[in-house]
């Protein structure tokens, strides 16, 4: 039975690897996107799923998980939809019951499978806009679940590129530089944009009139977390510095009551080495238990924060081979833009000049590469004299 079992699961996995972009679909399984769009600063995502074929044990469940990545590396997942046997749906509900972040477990629908129920589904969410959207992809993770956790199936590209025209008022991110050593601290960037000049009549009398100017501040955060853990400990090696560090950034805003506040992103970062689903999970849960501790710590509304993650930060690698300029930095640069991340790059980079690259990242890249930023969005309020 158990041969049978691990034959369909097999055959399910190849079969989704092999399908083309803009449309999945195999034996009946189709996900084709229907409208995506952007209207009053949020992301419409439209979606049409048939999933009828899809047959799952009564201990198993399949996951399908549409998401957003950036030319960046943003990544946003949006709400799963699950089909579960009897068993794993009864004990996902009663797991989401009993969970301390309820709004983090609960996916866009979940489906008991049985022969007669329909798997036609009509997928509509919509997402706070942030500019990098606009040149986004959107892929959909498929995954597998029994007892022991999720097991990666395969990530597969929807469309290729939104193609979403600019929102006007929606500024881009600035780019947060990282710091040598995560023991340095890293002092908050403010962006503050010019106000607009505006043309008044001459008038003898004096006035005074406040000009809302938006501001941004972001932090980088190093924290150590105990061996499988995910939640933050504030004891633990170097913690409470990183503590004092986001203290600094959002007490002030406390004393508000974050009445100026905007929005506040987190996001959490891995290193590209490891397996890229446990860096993925790993990635999200950080990012999503670093979101429950600050609403916890300052009571900050719900809606404020914005949480995604970056299964493996590529990008920033990039970034530190450019400015540090090791000896094997134009051959890993050739390697990481030869080869996808699916296609064995993190191999050929453990493979280069006998591996002693790969060892010198392991020691001092790829640890500045695990971190949470947060980047806060407010508006202060500026005194103009007339």
Not at 36 to 52: C, T
Not at 119 to 125: G, L, P, Q
Not at 219 to 245: C, M, Q, S, T, W
């Amino acid at each position: 039975m158990k041969q049978i079992i691990l034959h369909y699961i097999l055959c399910i996995s190849g079969l989704l690897l092999l399908l083309p972009l803009d449309t999945l679909e195999a034996q009946g399984i189709r996900i084709v996107p229907q409208r995506i769009s952007v209207k009053n600063d949020s992301l419409h995502v439209q979606l049409r799923m048939d999933l009828n074929e899809v047959r799952v044990g009564r201990s198993r469940a399949f996951i399908f998980t549409p998401q957003l990545l950036g030319e960046g590396k943003q990544q946003v997942s949006l709400p799963a939809v699950v089909i579960s046997g009897s068993i794993r749906d009864r004990q996902d509900r009663r797991e989401a019951a009993l969970s301390l972040c309820k709004e983090c477990t609960v996916p866009y629908l979940r489906i008991r499978d049985s022969r007669n129920v329909s798997k036609n589904i009509t997928y509509h969410i919509s997402i706070p806009y942030a500019s990098w959207m606009q040149r986004a992809m959107l892929l959909l993770k498929q995954e597998s679940r029994e007892c022991c956790g999720n097991e990666l199936l395969a990530v597969d590209t929807l469309q290729c590129d939104l193609g979403l025209a600019a929102v006007a008022g929606i500024p881009q991110l600035p780019v947060v530089k990282m710091k040598p050593h995560p023991e340095e601290a890293v002092k908050p960037k403010v962006v503050k944009p010019e106000p607009t000049a505006v043309t008044r009549p001459k008038s003898t009398m004096v006035s005074t009139s406040k000009v809302a100017s938006a501001t941004t501040e972001s932090v980088v955060l190093y924290f150590d977390y105990p061996i499988g853990k995910d939640d933050i400990h504030p004891d633990l090696k170097n913690n409470r510095y990183e503590i004092d560090k986001i203290d600094r950034l959002i007490a002030p805003l406390q004393r508000t009551h974050f009445a100026s506040v905007k929005s506040i992103r987190i996001c959490g970062y891995c290193s590209p080495d490891g397996n890229y689903g446990d860096n993925e999970r790993l990635a999200e849960a950080r990012s999503r238990f670093f979101s429950i501790y600050l609403r916890s710590m300052y009571g900050i509304p719900r809606g404020l924060i914005e949480v995604s993650s970056v299964a493996e930060d590529w990008e920033g690698l990039v970034d530190l081979l450019m400015r540090d300029n090791p000896p094997y930095r134009d051959a890993a640069l050739r390697v990481i833009s030869r080869y996808g991340i699916f296609n064995g790059r993190e191999k050929y980079l453990m493979e280069l000049q006998g591996g002693s690259p790969y060892k010198d990242m392991l020691r001092h890249f790829f640890p500045k590469l695990r971190r949470i930023e947060v980047i806060v969005r407010y508006e202060e309020d500026k005194t103009e004299v007339e």
